[in-house]
């Protein structure tokens, strides 16, 4: 296989999800990249490159909603258990059934977190990206005026249908918004899952679920050694969130508060790729 990045089909939980991977005839250990909204695995396909060149394993799916083969309907399907479960799937679907490093950006960053409370004796080491952990997600979303105006999209999220054919509507212009400065290729990329009515509503319905999907599960302290990259001109995550994030770190922990917005591989990439690489090799393999 090489090194090189290459895509295929990864069957996992019974579905099969498009994912972009590299290395993995290597001996190292696997990392797992996750994707946010409204981006797919392409924004990995650089540090996926380093990643293998270091001789690491690494994978980075479209997660659910945004493969074709992976896009069950109904919101109860994307609820945050259901999307935790799904990454340990990644792992054992390239034969991973014990530790892996994890790395996440914005709603992935959020299921990242997930898997490190639910799973943490399998995340040997978790970089979080842009989103707070949950639970300090959650209050500044309920008490601070700056993320309250941060999170209005959450808000007109929870309507049927208006919110997908508002993303779609004039060439996709309230996207393009969004993907402003992003090179051709990707914003391309991404109108592969934009362009379907059925890709737009499953990925919207990971915002539903926030409120209409009782929690399976309950958010505790976190104790996988984390690095939190976080940019302070971030359009959609304010500060109050990401400072109280400390609150619940119980083990390893460093924040770094970058002089950046919410799209940090599409525009600090290198840097946040060197961070990345130098947060999973102060935790190696034992």
Sequence with gaps: MGNEVQKGLLKANGMEY??????????GPLVI???GFPESSY?????????????????????????DGARPEGIENY????????????????GCDG?????????????GWAVCNNYPDRVQAYVAMSTPYTPAFRWAMM??????AKSFYIRDFQT?????????ADDYAWLREYWEG??????EDYLTIYSQPEARTATVNWYRAMFAVAPTFEYGDITTPTLYIWGNQDIALGRTGAEMTEKFMKGYYEFVELDAGHWLMQFNEPQVSQMIMDHIEKFPMA
């Design 160 to 168: 049927p249908v208006e919110p997908e054919n508002k993303m779609a």
């Design 33 to 35: 990249l996750l994707h």
């Design 79 to 94: 609820d945050a258990g259901t999307l935790c479960d799904d990454v340990i799937g990644f792992a054992e679907a390239v």
């Design 143 to 148: 008490n601070d005026p700056d993320q309250q």
């Design 18 to 27: 498009l994912y972009r991977y590299a290395g993995l005839d290597n001996d």
């Design 43 to 67: 924004i990995w396909e650089p540090l996926l490159a380093k990643l293998a060149a270091k001789g690491y394993k690494a994978i980075a799916p479209n997660q659910r909603g945004y493969s």
């Design 182 to 187: 992003f090179d051709d290729a990707t914003i």
């Design 99 to 111: 530790k892996f490093y994890l790395v996440g950006h914005d709603w992935g960053c959020a299921v």
